[in-house]
């Protein structure tokens, strides 16, 4: 049960790119908000002043996340109002904010996730591939357990959607060719909302046809259709005379 008394954590999203993405919300909110907790203050600083939003952010992420959530959820039970903002996108969507929310709601303090920007979805709509159903991944595993996730998801059948740095993306695409297979359907975006927003669709392999030849700059979201249903053979009742 939540306790009325205490504070409430907003996860707000903020734009990845165009700052007209922005939702009269999410600025009302960290207007209102006592504590702005943001995964790069140097990144959040001039997001918040584009907005007039005049108030200092205080860092969280993966490195001190664990350390500072017992002050964060003091300022919560105190009766604060706590703003989570990450670099771009949604909070705790490949970016710090799960644990936070899980020991948040375990102190029964309430938590509220303003809709907004997140890259995986524009890239999923605009890839021509299916959306009634899919899969996110995020980021795959650099290292440990790479091999033994791609070996699974090559079974999947749903949309699978991941996130992918420049400096790997050529390397992933090959590993897509030996598991998926180079003709399955794929599609690649990069800059979302951005002045040189791009989104290249085709097989695997022409896919790395072209980022091979091209600049590989900013943020990118593959997608990758699902395998195809094995067609079942209709076996035909021999008359034996």
Do not use: W
């Not at 205080?58 to 964060?72: G, L, M, P, R, V």
């Not at 102190?107 to 605009?126: R, S, Y």
């Amino acid at each position: 049960m939540e306790n009325n008394t205490f504070g409430k954590l907003f996860l707000v999203p903020t734009p990845i790119g165009n700052l007209e993405d922005m939702t009269f919300r999410a600025i009302r909110i960290l207007k209102e908000a006592d504590v702005i907790l943001a995964e790069d203050t140097r990144t959040s600083a001039p997001l918040l002043k584009h907005f007039g939003i005049d108030k200092k952010a205080y860092s969280h992420h993966q490195h001190n996340e664990h350390k500072a959530t017992s002050e964060i959820i003091r300022f919560l039970k105190e009766g604060k109002l706590v703003a989570l903002i990450s670099d771009a996108g949604t909070p705790a969507i490949s970016d710090p904010g799960f644990f936070l929310s899980r020991e948040v709601l375990k102190e029964g303090i309430a938590i509220e996730c303003l809709p907004g920007a997140t890259a995986f979805v524009p890239a999923l709509v605009n890839s021509g591939l299916p959306t009634d159903a899919f899969v996110f991944e995020g980021f795959l595993p650099v290292k440990k357990g790479r091999q033994t996730r791609l070996k699974k998801l090559a079974e999947e059948e749903r949309t699978m959607v991941l996130y992918e740095s420049p400096h790997r993306l050529l390397k992933t695409l090959e590993e897509f060719e030996e598991y998926f297979g180079e003709d399955r359907q794929a599609s690649v975006s990069r800059e979302l909302t951005k002045m040189y927003e791009e989104t290249v669709r085709g097989s695997i392999a022409e896919i790395k046809s072209h980022f091979t030849n091209n600049i590989l700059k900013g943020e990118f979201v593959i997608c990758v259709a699902g395998k195809p249903e094995e067609k079942k053979s209709k076996s035909k009742d021999k008359d034996y005379k």
